[in-house]
């Protein structure tokens, strides 16, 4: 195949170079901006194209040399050869553009980034699990940068929990191992302050010689082993008898309990300093009554409830409402309270939405809050702070708080929730005019 020079201009949205070859932008995984790179074409499409390096010409002094020896395979990670001040600047790049290009708003300052320890990070996950008869063996890992049809054949991750990341390749022997070997699709992990786990999903019967070797493997390594032999509701233990799975915010004197399968902050770490900068800008006064919209297992909700009078916190999902409301109880909290609904269905009826609140706080999912942002926040909402995972939906909802409401977009940033991923976490800040 023909081989060709290009210079890197820019980062994709996922992290991948970008050059302009014949006015027509080629993606190129592994890839720096100012770079000269050798390339050849990976496969071509009528609108772009996607090549890969075969050789560094010239290379970014932001290139530095990867910690992980699976990286360019797997597709977990696609930034770790960018210095991770790079990595940072660069997403803060696309929250700015974002703001500026769909919500036509800028703040007013730029909050200083959020980073924490940027390996063995990762306290939840799925792991795709698949029989390869050419190898006779089993693979487990993430899918192939290359091919995502695939799993990438990986034995360690540096960037999960040290309890497991060293001992992907363990796993992998351990289910090849299993009469089942060919009927588990996936394994999700979850892991809390003291306690990880482990959830194999099964398509048929475990027979008892799999179970032993499971709870053997749970034995040796510290792990809690779960089955799922069908949907989220069919998840159970099998060692120990009753796990727990919790993790503490000591800042605030709250312990949340979750079960293997609940959403949950990937990042520990970063989670204990989101929390923290998301109570300093709401600054919270004693007799603030605040809602917490997309609140899941009351990550926010119950450190809220320890400053302000009263909290309420709405999701959609009625098993994160019911432990959420297990977690205020547990915590002495009586002045935190749940409701279910669904947040991208028309609530403006519901008797919270129709509640005066001082302060909202909003943390959506990647389709982000416009449906609600219909009809809130009322007039007697003075401050409104915003955790995103997605900027494009957070741009979009900036226009609609400013533009519609009357806020001001006080300040914003990012929080590296995903390190060496492309991954844009931000908090935003906005106030009445």
Known sequence: MTEFEAIITDLSHDGRGVARIDNKATFVSG??????VLLKYRKRHRNYDDAEIVQVLQASPERVAPKCRHFGQCSGCSLQHMDPAAQIAAK???????FERIGKVSPASWLPPLTDQPWGYRRKGRFSVRYVAKKER???GFREEANPRFVADIDTCEVIHPALGPKVGLLAALIGGLDAARDIPQVEFAAGDDTVALVFRHLVPLSERDRAALVAFGKEHGLAIYLQPGNQSSVHPIWPESPRLAFAVPADGVELEFLPLDFVQVNAGMNQRMLARTLELLDLQPADRVLDLFCGLGNFTLPI???AAEVVGVEGEHGLVERAAANAARNGLGNASFRVANLFEDQRAA???????DKILLDPPRAGADKVLE????KGTSRVVYVSCHPGSLARDAGILVQKHGFKLVSAGVMDMFPHTAHVESIALFERG
């Open 31 to 36: 890839a720096l901006p100012g770079e000269r």
């Open 92 to 98: 803060q790049r696309v929250l700015a553009e974002n």
């Open 138 to 140: 089993v693979l487990v």
């Open 305 to 307: 409830a320890r400053h």
């Open 351 to 357: 008797p919270w939405a129709t509640q005066p609140w």
């Open 375 to 378: 009809y809130l926040p009322r």
